[in-house]
């Protein structure tokens, strides 16, 4: 079992950045990838970006790639989520996910992909 832990989340203003980040405890070692979804109140949960352990591929959704960017704490169980040029439309309740599984750039997207689902943060961006 992988337990998920994030935080970072807040309140920012448009324009503005913040650092997510998701603390992975427990079978580790079982972990291929981890990543990032974020869901509204009311929508389906929406795939942002994806780390690979193996071999450090990353995989971003269109609507953040070149602001949002994945990364993973060195050595440590760690994945972070760097948020920039943030607009109101990024507020959301932003989750941690971790699969088992090898990842691509089409199973990366579902959220049937992923094993493990953190209990997510508020992320708000005031206009």
């Known amino acids: 079992q992988v337990e998920l832990v994030e935080s970072g989340g807040g309140l920012v203003q448009s324009g503005g950045s913040l650092r997510l980040s998701c603390d992975a405890s427990?079978?580790?070692?079982?972990?291929?990838?981890m990543g990032w979804f974020r869901q509204a109140p009311g929508k389906e949960r929406e795939f942002l970006a994806a780390?690979?352990?193996?071999?450090?591929?990353?995989y971003y959704a269109d609507s953040v790639n070149g602001r949002f960017n994945v990364s993973r704490d060195g050595a440590r169980d760690t994945v972070r989520l760097q948020m920039n040029s943030m607009n109101t439309q990024d507020t959301d309740r932003y989750f941690c996910?971790?699969?088992?599984?090898?990842?691509?750039?089409?199973?990366?997207?579902?959220?049937?992909?992923?094993?493990?689902w953190g209990q997510g943060t508020q992320v708000t961006v005031r206009a």
């Open positions: 996910v971790a699969t088992r599984w090898a990842v691509n750039s089409l199973a990366v997207v579902t959220t049937d992909h992923y094993d493990y």
């Open positions: 427990g079978r580790t070692s079982s972990i291929y990838a």
């Open positions: 780390f690979s352990w193996t071999g450090g591929s990353t």
